[in-house]
């Protein structure tokens, strides 16, 4: 439950008057378009972006979500409008965060959702014109030193189905040596579930 | 800012009655250890009495069939702790029965206590419940067996509304061997209450749903029932629960109840008028919607409505923008990835879960309150479900 009021002025803001709503799905002519998230876990982000000369010239959104999903995008909608694309492939969400002047800790998984779809949509748009040598894989994190596991394959086997420590093990030997990692495993297991489940 | 204050959230805690916070007031100095012998003692444990046995009236017990707690949380996790208690000393582990049967839709204070008595060994079965969240009869008559130290059925559901057939479950428990409970903590003073009809050998209440103080409530047992005492210490309650008498907290639940007693009539019929209100309104003026719960077994105040294509936690933010409190049963509302367990027992789908509002009405709800609500909303709604992904795009 909120407890009042946690969010700053700027985020109480961007979520009475949202910025950049993409009203018309159907006839707004994007040149690049992503989606992340699902309904099941309650929030669902979709990005549409119009590029000019390697810039973004235009971004829309839309949102199944929360306050904080409603207020970061707006606010990324307006961040990224005349960035150049690698500039906006790269905003991450602490510098929308640090623009809403903070939010709620509990409430930042909510807002990585317009950051991740605006990442979707750059990659469709490289994809679309042939620039798929743009794509950057994420750099790989090691959560498990004992059994050297990456957050990358943490999210691999979450898409394959894991949604549980023991499913995890099952799929990548994780934390079965000295097990310190469970804690930080599973917080990406539910973020990634999230995401993806 | 909204200029409004439409207070829509009974079932979460309610203000004080007049009445009680008046008895309070006047009560403030009375500082005597209700358990002293002396004079300021005996004053103090008169009060305490008193309230006793206006509590044990209003449901039908005896004054020694009632022992004051902390809360609801604290009498649900009381008993509860009896099954399998594994002392040797009280007369609960005699029983020799380690199995609990309750439902899917408890309050956190039965569901989590009931999972960790599972990491104890003790075998539990959450039964399902039907799409108007009536608890299964097939699956307690499945469950409940001669393992079966306990059934605890909750009365009425703070999330729904829906009101359970206590009575039957309770004819079933007895049966079989077991002993039953029932959450009443939402019901108490909405619904009647009478412990020697339902037959319950234990039932939850506390006084802050009932514009009473927070931090006190009761457990009712019944005379002769097993027992083991939760918190251990003096002989308060005659040794069932320790701690120095909550006077304060006492006085208010007894003028709390009393009031109750008086007022409960009027007070449910003046709820369910409102109620009716507001589901017909939101139905006529909001497309897409649907009601949790049962459409007449219910708590005469509890309207839970599911808006397509909206999360709750928006919805929830947007009304407290214009002044109107509410609750959720939106994951996002919750801190935790999962929507309300009780929409979801139910059987609706998690998108419905996680766009219900929970609007719970109380004594000082008026019609223009309702008015408000259904002006309001609208176009609420309509801003959310505009920049939805889900909304708009059905055949």
Known sequence: MANGWLYTDIVKDHFTNPRNILEDEDSYADDGKGSVGNIKCGDQMLVAIRVKDGRIEDCKWKTYGCASAIASTSMLSEVVKGMPLEEAYHVTPADITKKLGGLPEHKIHCSVLGDKALRAAIEDYYRRTGQEDRIEREKAVTICQCMNVTDKEIEKAVKEGARTWLDLQNKTKIGTVCGQCRKKAEELLHEYEHLYG | ?395
């Open chain 2, 1 to 395: 800012m909204s200029n409004h204050s439409v207070y829509m959230d009974y079932n979460a805690t309610t203000p004080l009655h007049p009445g009680v916070k008046a008895a309070l007031t006047e009560a403030f100095d009375i500082y005597g250890n209700a358990s002293s012998m002396h004079s300021s003692g005996r004053y103090a444990g008169e009060k305490v009495a008193q309230a006793r046995e206006i509590v044990a009236r209003f449901i039908g017990a005896a004054p020694e069939e009632i022992i004051f707690t902390g809360g609801g949380s604290e009498s649900n996790n009381t008993v509860l702790n009896m099954i399998d208690c594994g002392s040797g000393v009280c007369s609960c582990v005699a029983r020799g029965r380690r199995g609990l049967v309750t439902s899917a839709i408890e309050h956190p204070s039965i569901i989590n206590t009931a999972e960790f008595l599972q990491h104890k060994g003790v075998s539990v079965t959450f039964a399902g419940v039907d799409a108007q969240g009536k608890v299964n009869m097939e699956d307690l008559e499945a469950a409940v067996s001669g393992e079966t130290a306990l059934v605890s059925v909750m009365m009425g559901n703070n999330e729904i509304g829906t009101l359970q057939d206590v009575k039957a479950i309770t004819r079933l428990a007895h049966e079989r061997g077991a002993l039953m409970h029932t959450d009443a903590v939402q019901t108490l003073g909405k619904v009647p209450v009478d412990v020697k009809d339902l037959d319950v050998d234990f039932l939850s209440f506390s006084a802050h749903k009932l514009y009473g103080p927070k931090g006190i409530g009761i457990l009712y047992v019944k005379k002769g029932a097993p027992f083991c005492t939760f918190i251990h210490g003096g002989h308060q309650e005659d040794g069932r629960r320790a701690g120095t008498y909550n006077t304060l907290g006492i006085i208010g639940l007894g003028k709390a109840v009393e009031l109750a007693s008086r007022e409960m009539k009027d007070e449910v019929a003046k709820l369910w008028a409102l109620r009716e209100k507001l589901r017909k309104g939101l139905l006529e003026k909001v497309p897409d919607i649907h009601v949790n719960g049962h459409p007449a077994d219910t708590l005469p105040g509890t309207l839970n409505v599911s808006f397509r294509g909206a999360e709750g936690e928006a919805i929830l933010l947007y009304l407290d923008m214009n002044g109107i409190q509410v609750s959720t049963g939106s994951a996002c509302a919750s801190g935790s990835l999962e929507p309300s367990h009780v929409l979801l027992a139910t059987g609706v789908e998690p998108e419905l879960a996680h766009g219900s509002i929970r609007f719970s009405l109380g004594r000082e709800t008026t019609d223009a309150d309702v008015d408000y609500v259904l002006e309001t909303l609208p176009p609420i709604m309509q801003k959310i479900r505009s920049m939805s992904t889900v909304y708009g795009k059905r055949g």
